[in-house]
């Protein structure tokens, strides 16, 4: 059941984006944000462009054809399937959210190509066990063949440390060599002591839900990955497929970054 009386981060991010499924209570909350981070529109603009950059490189360059996508948000334009699926039709993806209302219009509106497959779970990012257990998961994705984990703009939203390491260590673990993980993730380190001394209030204050990390607390919870290139940077500047002028980093505030699983 939707519940339109509390703040859900995927109908707050619909609404950065500009779209119109979001309920009054997620428009409040983004403009509260929006009024202390101006710049937050822009990151959920170039958080956007790394999924859409990371998955062309996935299915095009590292030859990847089944996607895990945790967290998957409103459908907008170039959802994973659409970008996987534009470079290799026979793609397969499975879509995980925790809202009820993600999930209705996903089945709506994210079909398949004939080649490839579909599939949408609503459960969350906390249980990762029912995630990889699922039956249809594991009819849709082959877990002895590589698969690329997609955790956009997430795992930020565990507060704890342990915690969010565990998850990505649970998933990770059940994933063949070769697999890889895109990940996007809030920080701090762009900000400087007054942005972040603010961000932290109004995290205390339970304003805002997304827990930044630094470089060095996402290392560690990518520990035994191979981090390729570019590294740990902001998500404007991951790989950019244009050499047009790019976003202050502190505007974008959120680290991108690509692993592979050896």
């Given at each position: 059941m939707v519940d339109d009386t509390r703040v859900h981060s995927?109908?707050?991010y619909n609404y950065w984006l500009g779209g119109k499924d979001n309920f009054a209570v997620d428009r409040e909350s983004g403009d509260m944000i929006a009024a202390a981070f101006p710049g937050v529109r822009i990151t959920?603009?170039?958080n956007r462009g790394f999924l859409r950059r990371a998955v062309t490189h996935l299915a095009a360059e590292a030859g990847v054809?089944?996607?895990?996508d945790i967290g998957t948000g409103l459908p907008t334009a170039d959802n994973t399937h659409e970008v996987a699926q534009r470079v290799a039709p026979s793609s397969r993806v499975v879509y995980v959210d925790n809202d009820p209302m993600v999930l209705v219009h996903a089945?709506?509106?994210?079909?398949s190509t004939p080649e490839g497959r579909t599939h949408y779970l609503e459960a969350d990012l906390r249980t990762p066990e029912k995630i990889l257990a699922d039956p249809e998961v594991l009819d849709v994705l082959d877990l002895d063949r590589p698969v690329a984990l997609m955790l956009v703009a997430v795992l930020h939203f565990v507060r704890d440390d342990a915690?969010?390491?565990e998850i990505v260590r649970t998933l990770v673990d059940a994933l063949p060599s070769g697999s890889y993980l895109a990940l996007s993730h809030a920080t701090t380190d762009f900000t400087d002591a007054e942005g972040r001394a603010r961000y932290l209030s109004m995290i205390d204050a339970?304003?805002?839900d997304a827990y930044p990390r630094t470089a060095a607390d996402l290392a560690l919870i990518l520990e035994g990955l191979e981090v390729l290139e570019?590294?740990?940077?902001?998500?404007s500047e991951w790989r950019p497929d244009d050499d047009g002028p790019r976003p202050d980093a502190g505007d974008v505030a959120i680290y991108g970054v690509l692993?592979?699983?050896p």
């Amino acid at each position: 059941m939707v519940d339109d009386t509390r703040v859900h981060s995927a109908r707050r991010y619909n609404y950065w984006l500009g779209g119109k499924d979001n309920f009054a209570v997620d428009r409040e909350s983004g403009d509260m944000i929006a009024a202390a981070f101006p710049g937050v529109r822009i990151t959920a603009r170039e958080n956007r462009g790394f999924l859409r950059r990371a998955v062309t490189h996935l299915a095009a360059e590292a030859g990847v054809r089944q996607f895990l996508d945790i967290g998957t948000g409103l459908p907008t334009a170039d959802n994973t399937h659409e970008v996987a699926q534009r470079v290799a039709p026979s793609s397969r993806v499975v879509y995980v959210d925790n809202d009820p209302m993600v999930l209705v219009h996903a089945r709506a509106l994210l079909t398949s190509t004939p080649e490839g497959r579909t599939h949408y779970l609503e459960a969350d990012l906390r249980t990762p066990e029912k995630i990889l257990a699922d039956p249809e998961v594991l009819d849709v994705l082959d877990l002895d063949r590589p698969v690329a984990l997609m955790l956009v703009a997430v795992l930020h939203f565990v507060r704890d440390d342990a915690e969010a390491r565990e998850i990505v260590r649970t998933l990770v673990d059940a994933l063949p060599s070769g697999s890889y993980l895109a990940l996007s993730h809030a920080t701090t380190d762009f900000t400087d002591a007054e942005g972040r001394a603010r961000y932290l209030s109004m995290i205390d204050a339970g304003q805002v839900d997304a827990y930044p990390r630094t470089a060095a607390d996402l290392a560690l919870i990518l520990e035994g990955l191979e981090v390729l290139e570019p590294g740990f940077v902001a998500v404007s500047e991951w790989r950019p497929d244009d050499d047009g002028p790019r976003p202050d980093a502190g505007d974008v505030a959120i680290y991108g970054v690509l692993a592979r699983k050896p």
